[in-house]
């Protein structure tokens, strides 16, 4: 298995994922994942105590799950387009049988990626860097109905410029489109040499924003709808945490309140007309534009 530095990190996510299969009562239930742990010729011994990372991927992942198992309710026949998609397996989830699901990862991550899952008339991939143009067309022709993009864990490991291209350019493309994705602030990229996971790794994180409402100031009419604080997701499972975890965490969050927001998890509509009434801008369809 060769991947480069930022892809490797897909492996905390998968790792934290399969371990679930082991618990009475799993956050999300992945078969898919302990699978293809199972398989990988990878030393994964590191990851043992980083018991926040996990319980952390899997209380994230639940709640996308939960925001696209939404989307697929009012949409059955949308589309979602799973950025930096790693071998997340949500189609395996969560999917209703209608809907179009596009993967997107970089090129050797897909190479994995196709020894484990396979594609079809309604589930197709992508290897490209979100940073290149060509994807957006690809996408634009192969989406059916609604369409929301889902980014887990990606982002952070892009620049500012990088991450605002990326929105203004959906947003202008697919006027009405949603997008589900993570952001931390910059107490988080300070002590990230202390991360339980990702001291493991060679990537580091790259984009912090004070506030996640600052994609809400970019070009494109974008409005956050939703947005949880992992701090919160994380505590409402805080049993699954080490005991001195627990009462550190909280205790730290006490002392410095800015913990508890310094990881989000929002969704975003984009496109939103500047005229447009405060929540009269929804489910807009996919506008083609002619090639
Ligand atoms: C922490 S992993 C998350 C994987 C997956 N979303 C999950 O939750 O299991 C980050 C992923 O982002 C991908 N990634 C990083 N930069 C990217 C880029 N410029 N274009 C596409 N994917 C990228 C990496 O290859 C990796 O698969």
């Known amino acids: 298995m060769h991947l480069g530095p930022v892809q490797q990190t897909l492996l905390v996510p998968l790792w934290a994922r399969a371990q679930e299969a082991h618990e009475a009562v799993p956050i999300l239930l992945d078969p898919k994942a302990a699978a293809i ?13 980083a018991h926040a990372s996990r319980v952390g991927c899997c209380v994230r992942g639940r709640l996308v799950d939960s925001w696209v198992r939404e989307f697929l309710l009012r949409h059955p026949h949308g589309t979602i387009v799973e950025l930096g998609c790693g071998l997340n397996g949500r189609f395996e989830r969560v999917d209703n049988g209608l809907a179009r699901w ?28 979100v940073l290149d143009d060509a994807w957006i067309e690809h996408v634009a022709a192969e989406a059916q109905g609604h369409v929301l993009f889902v980014s887990e864990g990606m982002f952070v490991y892009l620049h500012e410029e990088e991450v605002r291209s990326v929105f203004e350019r959906l947003a202008a493309r697919f006027p009405g489109a949603q997008i589900a994705f993570d952001a931390m602030t910059p107490l988080v990229l300070r002590h990230q040499e202390h991360h339980d996971a990702m001291r493991h790794f060679a990537a580091r994180f790259t984009w912090a924003v004070p506030d996640a409402r600052i994609v809400e100031s970019w070009d494109g009419g974008i409005r956050i709808e939703a947005s949880r604080r992992f701090y919160d997701l994380l505590y409402e499972r805080a049993r699954r945490l080490p005991r001195v975890a627990r009462w550190l965490g909280r205790a730290l969050a006490v002392l410095y309140p800015p913990l508890k927001r310094a990881y989000t998890l929002n969704l975003a509509r984009l496109g939103i007309p500047p005229d447009a009434a405060p929540g009269s801008f929804h489910d807009t369809r996919l506008v083609r534009h002619p090639s």
Not at 41 to 48: I, K, M, T, V
Not at 106 to 122: I, N
């Open 102 to 129: 596009i993967d997107l990862d970089l090129p050797d991550v897909m190479e994995l990626r196709r020894r484990f899952f396979d594609e079809g008339p309604r589930r197709t991939s992508l290897a490209a860097s």
């Open 37 to 49: 742990y199972a398989d990988l010729a990878y030393d994964f011994s590191p990851l043992e105590n």
